[in-house]
Structure formats: structure tokens, C-alpha cells
């Protein structure tokens, strides 16, 4: 509490200013300690250098003529060596010229050795190309056999099934041949039974009409004879008109039974000849569809075919794509190191210029920039030397076509710092063209030599217009003293216009001008296999496309096909429906004939019967036959008895004939129903026989032969390449393995006088380490002592035998201190020094205890002024919080004198007051009107947190943040502390009046969530988040998390 009090208070600011000047105050006592050392120190050295300076008087004489003596004999020394080193030379230049020349020739050598390497590199880079591509075939070569052995497996396996079905096929065909020959015969013999049949019926309708006769007149007989059970002839009438009207009903009914039965037979002959007439419209659908699909498979083997060749051709495009790729890659390889010799062979600065320029006018679209002035000319290989070295460095001098363009670029490469630039503006330039000799025929203008576009002559006359190609040095030589004109000979030795000359060998294979003519000439190779490749690309594009469509058109017809099939065996399952639908209905007419011949025949029965009772109703009534009726009913039922049987026994051939008929008749459609089954079998396998699936396979099958075998020849001619390319390895091997042999040769020569050279070098270098030496020792010497003449002339004996005297003497003051005098000075300056230091130090000592006196007066105010108002604050905070309650803040000191107090006083500090030391603020409270008093320890864990919140409280009153962070801090109070907590924050939060507070809480009571103004909830999934809730939120929360702790507690 004291420190959060000396925090409030800003006693920080005191005691860190107090423990800086403490500080410095040790700082300062060290130092003082440290000067009044050093300054016994100095004192006792004085002393002792005062009695040296006297030896060192005698000392410095006998050193002169020390000095003297070492002068003469390094002055003799230094005479013989420099005699030495102009041998050294002499000899060091004839090896000189001799190394030139072995160098000059190593040069070639490292050149041509370098030039074989490169190609030894370029033809290993080139075999191990080969050796891949190879590999890849190989393995191509493997993935087309595997897809050929696939591909004719596939093909076997559809000729198999193909073999299988085409005998099922051959064994249905047989089986519709036996049912069609059983058919014929079935059909013959019911043509052949039908008269039998119809006899045997007519047969039985002439028994029944006889004996529907005899049965008539046997009736009337009858009834004649029954009569006597009539009393009169009107009883017998009623009775017969009765019979006769039941007989009439009977048979009325029977022909409108025979009606409905003539009309439905007539329906059911309209519905076979309708579902007869849907099977021939479905069987010519069903052919047309045959045909549909023929075309269809047809379409799809040439879409397969086309499909292929696409393929195919794809593929060898996609060849000749990889080894076009391969090869540009190789030349854009050779155009780079051709690039990088020639960037190595201009100025670093012109080369980022020049590259920089590219792109700049690129891409701001600058008319009238030419590039570089190497770019912009021809000339023969005779004469590139010439033309490079009379060029040299403008060479690469860019071109433009007048100063705008030039100034435009210029400022460009200045924003950029991209490197400098000469330009030539054409429009500019003005060329001086000398006056050459004419007619001369072993020299002539060097820009006659070169070719050009016209509209860059003023560049090339700025540049090569001046200069005469001569054949050889002597011939420029001559013509340079004549015309006084710069000449060039066409080995590319340079003769300058005012007499300097320059030449030598050159290397032919590092020429500028070569190595930029090689640049373009690579640069539009390798744009060449761009365009070639970007047309094959567009080409395979073209033909993917062309597959696209193709596939596209053989998804489409094989869809066709299917649905064309599916129709077709929708089509055999509605004719198989029909079928059925034909044989029920032919029962079905079968049944109604069979009811239509047994109603004629009950009709007919009933109209015998009507005519019988008519008979006898127009008979006499009678009671009793006559003889001759008599005799006539026992002749009639003799033969009526006779005819019953014959009728009955020609009505069961009939039946039998019939059902022998309808038999056959049901065997006759079941062989029928088996062959059109077998024939729709027949149909469907041939649909699915596979003969256009083998065709298309076989057409695949042709295909991965041909690209298995063009795969193996490719694999061979890559082996012929390979072959070739390890010949031409070999060449260069041994090319190389002789160069590096005559290399060692010359370059052991080269070493050998390298070595003689080093050896003269190091003699050279002892010679010259001994001259420095000696040299050096001169110079430590100093100035030539005035006794140097007498001993110049003498020998090195006598002057070593006089050294050695004086050297003897100067050894007897070996104690002798050479700096007595200049240390005697210098400490003599050193103690006044140190005497004004100290004086300094006394006085900044009495500064520094004066403002620690000050700063502990401060510091004391602000701690009672900082106390006071906070125990103010402290007293009402803590009533507001408990009403009835009081506490108040009691701070503790100690009455014990300052540390530095006496000593202020002994310096002279002034008179100072007493300074209280603070050692802790204590509390005491009572939490009710006239209730005990208590202190901290004494408190529960909530009476403490009220405690804590009101010295916060009290503390925000003096010293306000601009916002307080609690933590759960309501979680011990009760709730009548929690809502005055709460009020307080309410009330605290608007500060002074002029600026509000924050306060921000977490709390799962309702007392602070409830006076909150806004209000956060933290939610947890996979990470936490704060989200903006309401108070009904929060609330919903403190009720659920008092639940919780409620039921936790029940279950403890």
C-alpha cells in the first residue's frame, strides 16, 4: 500500500533523481581518491628524475658518436646492394622476353584448351541428352508393347466371345429350322384334318336333323297318346301355349346369347387384326433400326479410325515439338555464353545501359533508337579485326536518330542508374573525312569495307570514316607519314594519326564482331524453332480439338446406338406382348365359337321342339292313337331310339376330331411362340454380337503396333545418335589429351623460367629487404651527426673496432633513463592538473548533497499530501460502500535520522529539518455503527476485497486512470457490498467532470452486469472470441452459472 501511495504521490520521479546524485556522489569520492593517489605518485617520481637527468647529458654524447659510426657503415652497405640489384635487372629483363614469348604461345594453348572443353562439355551435355531421351523411348518403347499386348488381348478375348456367340447363334438357327420344318408339317397335317373334321360335323348335323325329325313326330304321337290326361282339347292347347311361350323365352335368349358372342368375336377378331398390324409396324421399326444401328456402327468405326489417326499424328507432332524444344534449348544455351563473352568483352556500364535502353524503348514504344552501332553493320570475316579494333569501345555506341531522342534516354538512364552511354544522334553528326591516297592498290577506305543501310552512313563515317585499311605495318607506316591519316592494318594493327601504335596478337574467337554476328545468327535460330514451335503447338491444339469433336461425335453415336437398341427390345417386349395378347384373344375366340356352334344347337333343339308342340296343338284332340299311329310311334321309336345313338356317338367323334384339332392347333402356336422367341434371341445377340466393338479394337490394335514400332525405330535412331555423339566425344578427348600435353610441355618451359625468375625475384627481394633495412636503420638514426665526415672515408674494419669501443662505454649506462627530462615535464604538468581536478570534484560533491537534501524535502510533502487526500478519500469511499461503517488509512514511520544527515552537517550543508521515514500504511475499519475495529489480518477474503476496492476507489479520486480492468472482483463480496460496488463504479465513471472513465469488469454476479452500459460475451469454439451480447445475455449466464454451482455444491 505504501508503494501504490509513493506511485500515486510520484516519488519516483525524487527517488530516482536521489539515487542518480548518490551515484555520482560515489563516483565522485572515487575519482578524488584516485587524483590524491596519483598526486603522491607524481611527487615521489619528481624526486627521482631530478638525479637522472645528469647521466643522461653524458649518455647523449657517447650516442652521437654511436650514431655516426652505424651512419658510415649502413651508407657502405646500401652502396653495395644498389651495385647488386642493377645486375639483378639486367638479367631479370633477357628472362623476361623469353617468358613473353613462352606465354604468347601458352595463351594459344590455354585458348585451344579452353575451346575443347567446352566442347568436350557441350558433347557430354549433348550424350547425356541422348542417353535420356533414349531412356524415356525405352521406356515409352515399354508402355506401347505393354498397350500392343493389352490391346491384343482385348482383341482375342472379343474374337473369343464373337467365336461363342456365333455358335449359340448357329445353334439357335438350327433349333428356328427344326421348329420351322415342325411348323410346316403341323400345319400341313391340320390342312389335311380340317375335312375329316368338317365331315364328322356334317355327319353329325344330318343324324341330328333325322333325329330332331323323328323326335318331332314321335312328340305328337306322344302327346296324342297323353291326351287322355286332358279333360278337353282347351286345357291341352293352354298347356302346349304354355310350353310354347317357356320354349320361345328359352330360345330368345339363346340368339341374343348368340349375338353378344357373334359381337364379341367379331371384337376380338378386330383386336388380333389390330395387334397383328402393331407387330408389323414394330418388326418394320425394328429393321429400320437394324439398319440404323449398321450405320451407327459404321459411324462409330470411323469416328474410332479418325480418332486414331489423330491420335497418332499428336503424337509425332508432340516428337518433333520436344526435339525442336531440345534443340532450342541447346542453341538458347550456346546464344548465352555467346552473350556472356561479349558482355565480358565491353564495359560493365555499357552493358546494363544497353540492356536497360531495350527494354525502356520496348516499353514506351520511343521511335528513333537504333540499338547499338555493332548491330547496325556487315562486314567480311577478312577484315573483322580491322573493323573491331579501329572501332574498339564505340562500338557499342548506341544510335539514335537525332539529340531529343538521345537527351530522352539519357535522362532515362539517370532515374535509373543503369550505367552511362555515348549516343549518336544521326541527324547530328558531321563528319571530317580525310583526304585518302587514291588508286592505291594495297589500301583503301575501312568504311568501303563494311555494308550498311544509308540512313546510318553519319554514324559510320563518325566512327570508321576516318581510318585507312592498309594490307600490312609497313604499308601504314608509309601512309600515315604521307596523308597523315589513322591506318589499320587487316591483322588489326592500329596506327594512330599522331604517331602511337598498337598491335599484337589477337584472339580471332573472342572478336566482337564474330561473337555478335554468331549472336544474331543463334538468336534467330532459336526464334525460328519459337515460331516452329508455337506452330506445332497451335497445330496440336487444332487436332486436340479435332479429337475433341470427334470424341464428342462417337459419344453421341454409341448413345444413339444404345437408345437404338433399347428401342429394339422395348420393340420385342411390346411384340412378345402382342403375341400374348393374340394367342389369349384366339382362346378367347375359340370359346365364343364353341358357345356360338352350342347355342345354334340348342336353338335348333328348341325350335324342334316348338315346331313339335305346334304340330300338336294343330292336332285333333284325341284320347286314344289309331292302329296305323300306333304302329308309326313303334317304327319311329325304334328309330328315334337308334338315331339318339348314332347321333350320340358321331357327336363324340366330332368332339374328339375337335379337341385332336385344337390340340395340334395349341401345339402348332407354341412352336410358333419358341421360334419367334429364338429369332428375337437371335436378333439381340446379333445386336450384341460385338463385330463393330472388334472392328474399332482392331483398328486400336493397328495403332499401338505402328506406335510401338515407331517408338523402336525412334529408340534406334537415337542409338545411331548416340553412337555418333560418343565418336564425337572421343575425338575430342584425345583432341583435348593432346593439347593438355603439349600444354604441360610448354608450360613446364614456361615454369622452369618462372622459377629462375622467382629465384632472381627472391634474390632481388633479400637484396631490396636488406636495402629497407638498412634504410630504415638510417632513418632511426635521424639527422647525419656532425663527427660523420671523419669516419666516411675509413675501412669497415676500423669502423666496426671503433663502434665496438663506443658501445663498450655505453653499456656501463645501461640503468641511464632516456626520457628523465621529458618525464620530469611531463609529470611536473600532470600534478597541476590534478590539483585543479580535485578542486572541481569538492565542488560538485557540495552541490550534489545539497540537492539530495532538497529531494528528500519533496519527496516527504508529496507522500503527507498524497496520504491526506487519499485517507480523505478513503473514509468516504469505504462508508459509501458499507453504510454505517467507517474506516481510515494510518501511516507508519520511523523517527530514525537520515543516513547522510550527519554528514551534511559536518560539509557545512545549512540548517535542514528532520525527514520522516515511511515504513507502511495501515487499515482499520468497522463495519457497523458502533462495531468492533478491525485491521487487514483480521478480515474474510470479501471484507478485504471491499477494503482493496475502496483504496482503488480512493486512489482514482486523487489519481485517475483513463480506464480500471477487474477481474472477478465481486466474486467474494455479499450481495448488498456487490451492489454498492457497483453503484460506486456507476458513479466513479464520470471522472472530474470533464473526462469520463472506463471501467471494464468480468463478473458472474448480476449486480455489476446489471449497471453495466455495455456489455461482451467471451464465447469458446476451438479458439476464444469476443462477441457483443445484451444484458438479458449476460443475465441468462449468471443464472446458469449459479445453477451450476448450485448443483455442484448439492452434490459435495
Known amino acids: 500500500r505504501l508503494e501504490l501511495l509513493k506511485e500515486v504521490a510520484g516519488t519516483n520521479v525524487y527517488e530516482e533523481k536521489k539515487e ?201 304321337l306322344l302327346s296324342i297318346q297323353s291326351s287322355s290326361q286332358y279333360a278337353n282339347k282347351a286345357e291341352r292347347d293352354k298347356y302346349l301355349q304354355n310350353e310354347m311361350k317357356t320354349f320361345e323365352r328359352t330360345l330368345s335368349a339363346r340368339k341374343a346369347e348368340s349375338k353378344k ?100 524503348v520496348r516499353d514506351n514504344n520511343i521511335k528513333g533508337y537504333y540499338g547499338p552501332l555493332i548491330d547496325l553493320f556487315d562486314c567480311n570475316d577478312r577484315y573483322t579485326q580491322a573493323v573491331e579494333q579501329s572501332g574498339g569501345g564505340r562500338l557499342h555506341n548506341a544510335v539514335v536518330e537525332d539529340e531529343n531522342v538521345a537527351s530522352k534516354l539519357v535522362s532515362a538512364l539517370h532515374q535509373s542508374k543503369q550505367g552511362r552511354m555515348q549516343f549518336l544522334p544521326i541527324k547530328k553528326l558531321r563528319p571530317e573525312i580525310p583526304r585518302f591516297p587514291e588508286d592505291a592498290s594495297n589500301a583503301q577506305p575501312l568504311i568501303s569495307c563494311m555494308k550498311f543501310e544509308d540512313k546510318f552512313k553519319p554514324a559510320m563515317l563518325e566512327v570508321f570514316g576516318k581510318t585507312l585499311l592498309c594490307e600490312n605495318i609497313e604499308v601504314a607506316s608509309t601512309y600515315r607519314k604521307s596523308h597523315s591519316v589513322a591506318c589499320v592494318t587487316i591483322d588489326g594493327d592500329k596506327l594512330a594519326k599522331k604517331g602511337s601504335m598498337r598491335g599484337g596478337y589477337l584472339d580471332t574467337n573472342q572478336s566482337k564482331i564474330k561473337l555478335n554476328k554468331q549472336l544474331k545468327e543463334l538468336t534467330g535460330k532459336v526464334q525460328t524453332m519459337q515460331n516452329d514451335e508455337g506452330q506445332i503447338a497451335q497445330k496440336i491444339q487444332e487436332l486436340r480439338q479435332q479429337e475433341t469433336k470427334i470424341i464428342s461425335d462417337l459419344h453421341k453415336a454409341q448413345t444413339d446406338s444404345h437408345a437404338v437398341q433399347q428401342a429394339s427390345t422395348t420393340d420385342n417386349r411390346r411384340i412378345e406382348n402382342e403375341n400374348g395378347r393374340i394367342a389369349q384373344d384366339k382362346e378367347d375366340l375359340t370359346a365364343k365359337e364353341d358357345i356360338l356352334r352350342k347355342n345354334a344347337v340348342d336353338m335348333a333343339e328348341l325350335e324342334h321342339r316348338l315346331m313339335a308342340l305346334q304340330d300338336q296343338l294343330a292336332s285333333p284332340f284325341s284320347d286314344s292313337l289309331t292302329p296305323e299311329q300306333e304302329a308309326k310311334m313303334k317304327t319311329l321309336t325304334e328309330q328315334h331310339t337308334l338315331l339318339q345313338k348314332e347321333r350320340q356317338a358321331q357327336s363324340y367323334k366330332a368332339s374328339d376330331l375337335e379337341r385332336q384339332k385344337k390340340a395340334m392347333e395349341n401345339s402348332l402356336n407354341n412352336k410358333i411362340s419358341q421360334a419367334a422367341e429364338l429369332q428375337q434371341e437371335m436378333d439381340s445377340m446379333q445386336d450384341q454380337s460385338g463385330d463393330q466393338d472388334l472392328e474399332v479394337e482392331q483398328l486400336r490394335l493397328q495403332s499401338a503396333k505402328q506406335s510401338a514400332k515407331q517408338c523402336t525405330e525412334q529408340k534406334e535412331a537415337k542409338d545411331v545418335e548416340k553412337n555418333e555423339v560418343k565418336a564425337q566425344k572421343d575425338r575430342v578427348e584425345v583432341e583435348l589429351k593432346a593439347t593438355k600435353t603439349q600444354l604441360r610441355r610448354q608450360g613446364a618451359e614456361v615454369e622452369g623460367a618462372r622459377k629462375k625468375l622467382d629465384q632472381l625475384m627472391d634474390k632481388k627481394n633479400r637484396f631490396m629487404s636488406e636495402m629497407d633495412s638498412a634504410q630504415a636503420q638510417l632513418r632511426e638514426l635521424g639527422s647525419l651527426p656532425e663527427a660523420f665526415d671523419k669516419y666516411k672515408d675509413r675501412s669497415q674494419k676500423q669502423l666496426h673496432d671503433e663502434l665496438h ?161 477487474f477481474d472477478e472482483v465481486d466474486a467474494n463480496l455479499d450481495p448488498m457490498y456487490r451492489g454498492a460496488v457497483a453503484n460506486m463504479i456507476s458513479k466513479q465513471k464520470q471522472g472530474d467532470g470533464e473526462s469520463t472513465v472506463q471501467f471494464i469488469t468480468s463478473s458472474f454476479q448480476p449486480e455489476l452486469v446489471q449497471a453495466a452500459d455495455k456489455h461482451w460475451l467471451v464465447t469458446h469454439s476451438g479458439m476464444s472470441r469476443m462477441v457483443v451480447g445484451t444484458l438479458e445475455d449476460q443475465l441468462d449466464i449468471v443464472r446458469k452459472n449459479q445453477q451450476t454451482a448450485a448443483e455442484q455444491q448439492a452434490l459435495q
Not at 565522485?28 to 637527468?53: C, G, V
Not at 653499456?811 to 633513463?817: C, E, G, L, M, S
Not at 507522500?863 to 478519500?873: G, L, P, Y
Open 805 to 965: 669501443r663506443v658501445t663498450e662505454k655505453l653499456k656501463t649506462f645501461k640503468d641511464v633513463n632516456k626520457k628523465a627530462l621529458d618525464q620530469f615535464n611531463q609529470f611536473t604538468e600532470q600534478r597541476e592538473k590534478f590539483r585543479e581536478r580535485k578542486e572541481e570534484l569538492e565542488k560538485g560533491a557540495d552541490s550534489i548533497r545539497e540537492l539530495i537534501r532538497k529531494l528528500d524535502e519533496k519527496k516527504d510533502d508529496a507522500i503527507q499530501t498524497t496520504f491526506r487526500m487519499v485517507s480523505k478519500n478513503f473514509a468516504d469511499v469505504f462508508e459509501q460502500i458499507v453504510p454505517g461503517g467507517s474506516g481510515e488509512l494510518i501511516m507508519k514511520t520511523s523517527d530514525a535520522p537520515r543516513e547522510d544527515a550527519d554528514e551534511d552537517a559536518g560539509n557545512g550543508a545549512g540548517p535542514s529539518r528532520s525527514i520522516r521515514h515511511y515504513v507502511g500504511v495501515s487499515v482499520k475499519v468497522r463495519f457497523a455503527a458502533g462495531g468492533e475495529v478491525h485491521v487487514m489480518r483480521s478480515l474474510s477474503g470479501g471484507q478485504k476485497s471491499v477494503v482493496a476496492l475502496a483504496i482503488i476507489f480512493a486512489i482514482q479520486k486523487c489519481d485517475p486512470a483513463p480506464f480500471y480492468l
Open 261 to 360: 358372342a357373334e359381337e364379341d368375336k367379331q371384337r376380338i377378331k378386330d383386336s388380333i387384326k389390330k395387334a397383328e398390324e402393331t407387330i408389323a409396324q414394330l418388326k418394320q421399326g425394328m429393321e429400320n433400326r437394324k439398319k440404323q444401328r449398321e450405320t451407327s456402327a459404321q459411324n462409330q468405326k470411323n469416328f474410332e479410325a479418325k480418332r486414331i489417326d489423330i491420335t497418332k499424328e499428336i503424337k509425332e507432332l508432340q516428337y518433333q515439338q520436344s526435339q525442336i524444344t531440345k534443340n532450342r534449348e541447346l542453341a538458347a544455351g550456346e546464344c548465352e555464353r555467346t552473350l556472356h563473352k561479349i558482355q565480358g568483352a565491353v564495359n560493365q556500364s555499357a552493358t546494363r545501359a544497353l540492356k536497360f535502353l531495350d527494354k525502356f
Open 20 to 220: 542518480e546524485s548518490q551515484k555520482i556522489m560515489k563516483e565522485s569520492d572515487a575519482k578524488m581518491a584516485e587524483i590524491i593517489k596519483n598526486m603522491n605518485m607524481i611527487e615521489s617520481r619528481l624526486a627521482k628524475l631530478d638525479k637522472e637527468k645528469e647521466e643522461l647529458t653524458q649518455y647523449y654524447s657517447l650516442d652521437k658518436e654511436r650514431r655516426s659510426l652505424h651512419h658510415a657503415l649502413l651508407s657502405q652497405k646500401i652502396r653495395g646492394l644498389h651495385e647488386d640489384l642493377t645486375g639483378i635487372e639486367r638479367e631479370k629483363s633477357e628472362l623476361k622476353v623469353d617468358t613473353a614469348e613462352n606465354d604468347s604461345q601458352q595463351q594459344v594453348l590455354e585458348a585451344k584448351k579452353q575451346e575443347l572443353e567446352n566442347q568436350l562439355n557441350a558433347v557430354v551435355k549433348d550424350l547425356q541428352r541422348v542417353e535420356r531421351e533414349r531412356e524415356e523411348l525405352v521406356k515409352e518403347e515399354g508402355d506401347r508393347f505393354k498397350d500392343e499386348y493389352n490391346q491384343q488381348e482385348k482383341v482375342n478375348q472379343l474374337v473369343k466371345s464373337l467365336n461363342v456367340s456365333q455358335k449359340q447363334l448357329q445353334g439357335k438357327a438350327q433349333q428356328i429350322q427344326r421348329l420351322q420344318q415342325e411348323i410346316t408339317g403341323a400345319r400341313q397335317h391340320i390342312h389335311g384334318f380340317e375335312p375329316t373334321l368338317e365331315a364328322a360335323k356334317r355327319e353329325a348335323e344330318v343324324i341330328t336333323s333325322r333325329f330332331n325329325e323323328a323326335d318331332r313326330q314321335l312328340e305328337v
